[in-house]
């Protein structure tokens, strides 16, 4: 090991016990490690690839994308000469790459790191395909990357109940009509639960999209029970001051609603606002939607008066 990995080490174990690592430093020595192996192994060599490799991830990592770029580039040119364009070492590298690629490039990049022999591997790039899909607005595109993800991560050395296939779930749930949904976050919810356990806030989520669904596709009975599991859940672990909280709790509100549960739906949407107003304040999008909805459940109450109060709160915010 040179003085230059040690050293690089060294500064990284200090700087996780340090506020404020050395960034500037660090990175002097990664790029020297980078030259002394181009020294020792010559420019093609797989030593030099991955001091190249080690550059540009700590670069990504600290706000460079563009000297990232450039690193992973030759970090790319190493590895086809020395595994070949189709190795999954190649292919995972090429998949960095897209991470720090302009985004005209990325799209190119990743299609070609999906077609890896690696699984898994192939399962982050489609997974990043679907999101640059849902980005754009495509969620058809985004479910169809999303569904090749899945079947690639079910076909992984993980198997079909790892971590990632319980995400994957979860995201393609959020792309796909609610009725092609529910079965998705049923076996996500499942999942979860075998994972993290009973009541960890990932299946009080996983709760909450599962309620949300069964509710939009006409199953608001069936939608009562994760709904109340998500807000206890939630509530139990993040507080009841969390935003994913006061999600849970307007997502519980509109099922009791579509049960006509009034009275404690008409207390879940003032809880929700409140929340709202105290994390983000009264003029945030999210508290003016929350204020939105109350107001139209009022009305529809015939609590008209309380419901022109709320309104007025619209239009002098609307204004601003």
């Not at 009562?224 to 997502?251: F, N, Q, W, Y």
Request: charged share 25%.
């Amino acid at each position: 090991m040179s003085i230059t990995e040690i050293m690089v080490g060294l500064l990284m174990a200090a700087g996780m016990l340090c506020a404020q690592p050395q960034t500037p430093m660090l990175r002097t020595l990664y790029e020297q490690h980078l030259a002394e192996q181009q020294r020792e192994y010559g420019d093609l060599d797989a030593h030099t690839a991955g001091a190249a490799r080690d550059l540009a991830l700590f670069l990504r990592s600290h706000g460079d994308p563009d000297g990232a770029y450039a690193a992973m580039s030759q970090t790319v040119n190493i590895d086809e000469k020395v595994f070949g364009p189709a190795a999954p070492r190649t292919l995972a590298d090429v998949a960095d790459l897209a991470s720090v690629a302009p985004f005209a490039d990325a799209g190119r990049l990743f299609e070609r790191a999906a077609k890896s022999s690696d699984a898994a591997a192939a399962s982050r790039a489609l997974v990043a395909l679907g999101e640059m899909h849902a980005g754009q607005g495509d969620r058809e595109g985004a479910a169809r990357y999303w569904r090749q993800a899945l079947a690639k991560q079910e076909s992984a050395a993980t198997g079909s109940e790892s971590e990632n296939v319980a995400m994957i779930l979860n995201v393609l749930a959020q792309a796909v009509d609610p009725a092609d949904a529910v079965p998705l976050l049923r076996r996500a919810l499942a999942l979860d639960r075998k994972l993290f356990g009973p009541v960890h806030p990932e299946v009080g989520a996983t709760d909450q999209l599962l309620a949300g669904a069964l509710l939009r596709s006409g199953h608001a009975t069936d939608a009562v029970s994760p709904g109340r599991e998500a807000l206890s859940i939630l509530t139990l672990k993040l507080g009841p001051d969390h935003p994913r909280t006061a999600a849970a709790t307007h997502t519980l509100a509109e099922v009791l609603r579509a049960t006509r549960s009034f009275a404690e739906a008409e207390l879940l949407y003032r809880q929700a606002l409140a929340v709202d107003e105290k994390i983000f304040g009264p003029q945030h999008p999210a508290t003016l939607d929350e204020i939105r909805t109350l107001a139209a459940f009022l009305r529809e109450r015939g609590k008209v008066a309380e419901a022109v109060v709320l309104e007025r709160r619209l239009v002098v915010n609307v204004a601003r």
